[in-house]
């Protein structure tokens, strides 16, 4: 049978991403569907035909290629519930909900409009890094099963709103909803209808164009309208979305933003009041004040790399109830699934603001103040990014420097921190500086310059 052959940079570390009609096509999707079906179906399980649920953000492609994708599942003989247009994490708990074998998400996340892509899981976990790359492998040598699957629609968005909400300990307040014409709006609308309080909604109808703000609210540019409408309304604080809502972006009630992990940080203490002495894992970019303050909190901090994938598989690991990253993927064991997910992640963030006080701008008062730069990303071709990392590691551990190097080079000093890692998803360095003052943070972004220096990359612009 003749295979099908992906663009080579379709298959990523996480998912399956690419530019719509040149570097991903409706073909490719077709080829992913069978190959995930053929791969499910070999991996055994139940009897009969593996069941997989489906979902679509509101990409104006996203249709098209999930019903491409279920042709591919369908030929090689796999069960595909369609649960339609909603967020990621929707389609994760469909797969929990009705006990299907794994679940494919069709989502460009937080990419530009023209841009699409494929999330998967199983139903034992994320689907992967080697697993990306054997879909790969099958999908070239055209070695498919085939099979007849049936194909049926389910609405699961009112379950998944009744089960965020179910034991909601929460009180009312006034909040701002920023959806950003992403795949949050129809759940937000429903969950704010149910939800004590007073809230004000932005950009809910779901449009794949992105007419308003481009759908990623890690990137400050992009919370202007929230912090305005926080303002304006007098609220108590916002949320924000990304494109496919595994994101989630926020900010108090004077509209200074509360980074990810500030967020998890307050997340951490009520998990921590439930489930003393439990492990709570942040990622390697996130500050030091985190991980100081799960373990004033009685918690076991646990640093590790950056990735949606990779923090879902150290949650299973660690069986921790609670995970975060600076980028806003924060993911809950304690209570859910142990996946990540923006709108519970809000829900959550009510019930933790009650828990702690009732006011989400004190608690960022709270928070020690330390100096950081943002996340700066600079180009460095693929065949030696991971090289200039093991160099600037070789040159640390010969003058004995305190470095994690679970992901890049987290290097430790009495007063802040820099990293240095190697994206897994493009051709770029990205690096980060802490420290508790200006004076030692214009050393330590010296150090990291330096570093960079001898081996050959320019260096990072001081500016914070």
């Known amino acids: 049978m003749a295979g099908h052959n992906f663009h080579p940079s379709l298959l990523r570390a996480y998912d399956i991403r690419g530019i719509v ?35 679509r953000d509101g990409r104006v492609s996203s249709r098209g290629l999930a019903n491409a994708v279920a042709g591919g599942l369908l030929a090689a003989g796999c069960d595909v519930i369609d649960i339609g247009l909603g967020p990621s994490p929707m389609l994760y708990f469909s797969v929990f909900e009705m006990r299907a ?19 998967m899981m199983l139903n034992s976990g994320p689907f992967h890094g080697a697993d990306i790359q054997a879909l790969g492998t099958v999908a070239a040598a055209g070695d498919w099963e085939t099979g007849s699957g049936s194909a049926r629609t389910d609405d699961i968005m009112d379950r998944y709103v009744d089960a965020m909400l179910a034991d909601f300990r929460g009180s009312a307040f006034t909040i701002a909803w920023d959806c950003g014409n992403g795949a949050a709006g129809p759940v937000v609308e429903r969950l704010t209808r149910l939800l004590p309080g007073t809230h004000h909604l932005l950009f809910s109808d779901v449009d794949g164009r992105f007419p308003n703000h481009h759908p990623d609210p890690t990137v400050e540019a992009n919370l202007a309208d929230l912090k305005r409408v926080v303002r304006e309304q007098g609220c108590d604080f916002g949320v924000a979305f990304d494109g496919d809502a595994d994101r989630i972006g926020a900010v108090d ?3 200074r933003v509360v980074w990810g992990d500030e967020l998890l940080g307050i997340l951490a203490e009520p998990v921590l009041r439930e489930l003393p002495g439990s492990t709570i894992i942040g990622d390697i ?45 924060i993911f809950f064991a304690h209570r859910w699934h142990g996946v990540d997910d923006g709108i519970l992640a809000a829900v959550r963030l009510i019930e933790a603001v009650t828990a702690l006080g009732g006011s989400l701008t004190a608690l960022k008062d709270s928070i020690p103040a330390m100096i950081n ?16 990392v093991a160099e600037v590691l070789a040159r640390l551990k010969d003058e004995g420097a305190r470095v994690n190097e679970i992901d890049g080079a987290r290097v430790m000093r009495a007063d802040g921190w820099w990293l240095l890692r190697a994206s897994n998803t493009q051709d770029v360095l990205t690096a980060r500086v802490e420290a508790k003052d ?27």
């Not at 991996?43 to 979902?55: E, Q, S, T």
């Not at 100081?292 to 950056?306: C, Y």
């Not at 923090?311 to 069986?319: F, G, I, P, V």
Request: glycine letters at 12%.
């Open 21 to 55: 009609g040149d570097t991903l096509t409706e073909d490719d999707a077709t080829a992913v569907g069978r190959s995930f079906g053929t791969m499910l179906r070999r991996a055994g399980g139940r009897p009969g035909n593996p069941r997989v649920c489906l979902g």
């Open 101 to 119: 074998d794994a679940g494919l998400m069709v989502t460009g996340s937080h990419n530009p409009p023209d841009w699409n892509g494929i999330k």
């Open 253 to 255: 009630g004077q509209g």
């Open 285 to 329: 970019k996130a500050s030091q004040a985190l991980f100081d303050r799960i373990a004033a909190l009685g918690g076991v901090p646990d640093m590790w790399k950056s990735g949606h994938s990779l923090m879902k598989a150290r949650l299973l690991e660690l069986n921790a109830p609670l995970a975060g990253e600076m980028s806003g993927h």
């Open 373 to 388: 730069t943002p996340e700066f990303r600079f180009p460095c071709p693929e065949t030696r990014k991971f090289a200039v």
């Open 438 to 464: 200006a004076i030692a943070l214009t050393r330590l972004l010296a150090e990291l310059n330096d570093q960079l220096a001898l081996s050959g990359v320019e260096p990072v612009a001081n500016s914070h």
